[in-house]
Nanobody, 120 residues
């Protein structure tokens, strides 16, 4: 059974930092594209950062220069370091792992989400 468990969310003041973690079990992270997504109230879920296998990471324009995605394959864990947080970063953050063959996604898994709230 595949499980992704996010942690590290919380309440922080604008300008502060948080580090989110996503621990996976049942899959080998190194074979998967790992992404962090977020969903604010009343908005669609959006990609924040992704780390494809064998390709460079990519970030949403709104977080470039502030957020950094990284992975520790030995621990099957992915991190999202978030610096210079802004109130508009407030959302539920989700971890996603997807297995791709070329451009085709053959399996995709989601964590339960972790709330990040940034106060002004």
């Amino acid at each position: 059974q595949v499980q992704l468990v996010e942690s590290g969310g919380g309440l922080v003041q604008a300008g502060g930092s948080l580090r989110l973690s996503c621990a996976g079990s049942g899959i080998t992270f190194s074979s998967y594209t790992i992404g962090w997504y977020r969903q604010a109230p009343g908005k669609q879920r959006e990609l924040v950062a992704a780390m494809p296998t064998g390709r460079s990471t990519n970030y949403a324009d709104s977080v470039k220069g502030r957020f950094t995605i990284s992975r520790d394959n030995a621990k099957n864990t992915v991190y999202l370091q978030m610096n210079s947080l802004k109130p508009e970063d407030t959302a539920v953050y989700y971890c996603n792992a997807k297995f791709e063959i070329g451009v085709v996604t053959t399996s995709s898994y989601w964590g339960q989400g972790t709330q990040v709230t940034v106060s002004s």
